[in-house]
């Protein structure tokens, strides 16, 4: 069975730093690929970033590129999300997904697993 659980959340001001985590069980780790995602208030589950898992090739959707930085240790199963020069329009709860293709997808519908969630709130 698989299990992803995020971690890292919390309260920031606005211009600051977090790191989330996401730490996954089952010894297929590597051959996943993986995604943050994001969910605000009343809005649609959002694509952030994505690391492929035949060549750790990454994606990020505009709004978070060149602030956020997707990473992953296989030997720890733990996948990262570095998030830098955040602003309160990133308030929101932030969700790890894993695929067990190697394609980055954007649609939340294409990932079979998914964590907990943890919530992000930026003040400002």
């Known amino acids: 069975q698989v299990q992803l659980v995020e971690s890292g959340g919390g309260l920031v001001q606005a211009g600051g730093s977090l790191r989330l985590s996401c730490a996954a069980s089952?010894?297929?780790?590597?051959?996943?690929?993986m995604a943050w995602f994001r969910q605000g208030p009343g809005k649609e589950r959002q694509f952030l970033t994505g690391?492929?898992?035949?060549?750790?090739?990454?994606y990020y959707a505009d709004s978070v590129k060149g602030r956020f930085t997707i990473s992953k240790d296989n030997a720890k199963n733990t996948m990262y999300l570095q998030m830098n020069r955040l602003n309160p329009e990133d308030t929101a709860v932030y969700y790890c997904?894993?695929?067990?293709?190697?394609?980055?997808?954007?649609?939340?519908?294409?990932?079979?697993?998914w964590g907990q969630g943890t919530q992000v709130t930026v003040s400002s």
């Open positions: 089952g010894r297929t780790f590597s051959t996943w690929t």
């Open positions: 997904a894993a695929r067990t293709y190697t394609d980055i997808c954007y649609a939340p519908g294409q990932y079979h697993y």
């Open positions: 690391i492929s898992a035949s060549d750790d090739s990454t």
